[in-house]
T-cell receptor
């Protein structure tokens, strides 16, 4: 069966510090991978998606970046965090665009 | 622009039935998803509709009318564990998911 791992679950970082969130998928090959951010009481905002190794599409211009160094690994990074980067970050995978997405546990990031 | 509208919050009684509506205006349509999200947790998949009509899955059913840009999620025999947010999401012509803000459902005994 397929599983998705996302870590850490919670993170408190000072403004200006770097960020690295990692997500890995097991039990499937060549998945579509996604990074979302969810502000309190809001819907999901797509940040990045990837259909293959090294292929990253950015939906929202910001100080975040994503990388896919391996087929089932997706990393969200920032060189310098802003207060506005606080939120609930979710990694997800799907087999194809028109199939359901499966989400990791999420990372609650607080920038102080 | 693309828009998904859902009520912000609804309250229902344990054992009752509740219908959560979703209307959408998107550039194209390739399907509509419903997800359940408990507080502080990740969303989990409930249903997918791409053709008009009703899809039934146990206590949960989802309906779609593409001509009206409308869907609803019907929850029967409500249980306390159904207290959660319910997210509607539409797959547009570029196969991008457009998400609603979610409906917070409160179940009272």
């Amino acid at each position: 069966s397929q599983t998705i791992h996302q870590w850490p679950a919670t993170l408190v970082q000072p403004v200006g510090s770097p960020l690295s969130l990692e997500c890995t998928v097991e039990g499937t090959s060549n998945p579509n991978l996604y990074w979302y951010r969810q502000a309190a009481g809001r819907g999901l905002q797509l940040l990045f998606y990837s259909v293959g190794i090294g292929q990253i599409s950015s939906e929202v211009p910001q100080n975040l970046s994503a990388s896919r160094p391996q087929d089932r690994q997706f990393i969200l990074s920032s060189k310098k965090l802003l207060l506005s980067d606080s939120g609930f970050y979710l990694c997800a995978w799907s087999l194809r665009e028109n199939t359901e997405a499966f989400f990791g546990q999420g990372t609650r990031l607080t920038v102080v | 622009g693309q828009n998904i509208d859902q009520p912000t919050e609804m309250t229902a009684t344990e054992g009752a039935i509740v219908q959560i509506n979703c209307t959408y205006q998107t550039s194209g349509f390739n399907g509509l998803f419903w997800y359940q999200q408990h507080a502080g947790e990740a969303p989990t998949f409930l249903s997918y509709n791409v053709l008009d009509g009703l899809e039934e899955k146990g206590r949960f059913s989802s309906f779609l009318s593409r001509s009206k840009g409308y869907s609803y999620l019907l929850l029967k025999e409500l249980q306390m564990k159904d207290s959660a947010s319910y997210l509607c999401a539409v797959l547009d012509s570029n196969y991008q998911l457009i998400w609603g803000a979610g409906t917070k459902l409160i179940i009272k005994p």
